[in-house]
């Protein structure tokens, strides 16, 4: 079983940074993809940014130039530096872990709030 601690969420005025983190801990041997999903009330979930094995990055167009994800291998951890945040930044963050073989896993979320 593998288990996603994310932290790092919180309240930010506009303008303002956070730094989120998410650590994957249990049996997993090699992560493939690792990334960031949001969701706001009432909208669907979507994508924020995602890094591959190699380094290789997307990004939502909504974040590029704000958001910089980052991954360390060695201690199976994904962070997403959120830079210039808007309002409608506010959602809560879900971190997202494809191993390079089984099935995906999902954090349980860390709300970050976006005050104008």
């Known amino acids: 079983q593998v288990q996603l601690v994310e932290s790092g969420g919180g309240l930010v005025q506009a303008g303002g940074s956070l730094r989120l983190s998410c650590a994957a801990s249990?049996?997993?041997?090699?992560?493939?993809?690792m990334g960031w999903y949001r969701q706001a009330p009432g909208k669907q979930r979507e994508l924020v940014a995602i890094?591959?094995?190699?380094?290789?990055?997307n990004y939502a167009d909504s974040v590029k130039g704000r958001f910089t994800i980052s991954r360390d291998n060695a201690k199976n951890t994904v962070y997403l530096q959120m830079n210039s945040l808007k309002p409608e930044d506010t959602a809560v963050y879900l971190c997202?872990?494809?191993?390079?073989?089984?099935?995906?896993?999902w954090g349980q979320g860390t709300q970050v709030t976006v005050s104008s």
């Open positions: 890094i591959g094995s190699g380094g290789h990055t």
């Open positions: 249990g049996t997993i041997f090699s992560i493939d993809v």
């Open positions: 997202y872990v494809q191993p390079v073989i089984g099935r995906s896993y």
